[in-house]
């Protein structure tokens, strides 16, 4: 019900466009998310967004320097990933997370309900 797209390779200080289509019945009652997995390590946060998309949250390493969006009328939710380093290598996924919408967004994995298959990114110095 998740696919994303637009994963590659990519050099220090490239930018890359993340997209996740969703296939869920009223896509704009889920929040979304996006988390990765770098070689040898465990799944982490990346980004999250709210319903209609006017909160947001970040990882502090991407702080500033990744964007997550939402177009509900598509039903797309979007990284746009700028100053690529080395350490952004990993797989991403896209979740959503079925919640009220005026409670808190959720860094945690295991409160998403739905997972796309993940896209690698390569970041090479």
């Known amino acids: 019900q998740l696919v994303e797209s637009g994963g590659g390779s990519a050099q220090t200080g490239d930018s890359l466009r993340l997209s996740c289509s969703a296939s869920?019945?009223?896509?704009?009652?889920?929040?979304m998310g996006w988390f990765r997995q770098p070689p040898g390590k465990e799944r982490e946060f990346v980004a999250a967004?709210?319903?209609?998309?006017?909160?947001?949250i970040y990882q502090e390493s991407v702080r500033g320097r990744f964007t997550i969006s939402r177009d509900n009328a598509k039903n797309m939710v979007y990284l746009q990933m700028n100053n690529l380093r080395p350490e952004d290598t990993a797989v991403y996924y896209c979740?959503?997370?079925?919640?009220?919408?005026?409670?808190?967004?959720?860094?945690?994995?295991?409160?998403?309900?739905?997972w796309g298959q993940g896209t690698q990114v390569t970041v090479s110095s």
């Open positions: 869920l019945r009223t896509f704009s009652s889920y929040f």
């Open positions: 967004i709210n319903w209609n998309g006017e909160k947001t």
């Open positions: 979740a959503a997370d079925l919640r009220p919408p005026r409670t808190k967004i959720s860094s945690i994995a295991r409160e998403y309900d739905f």
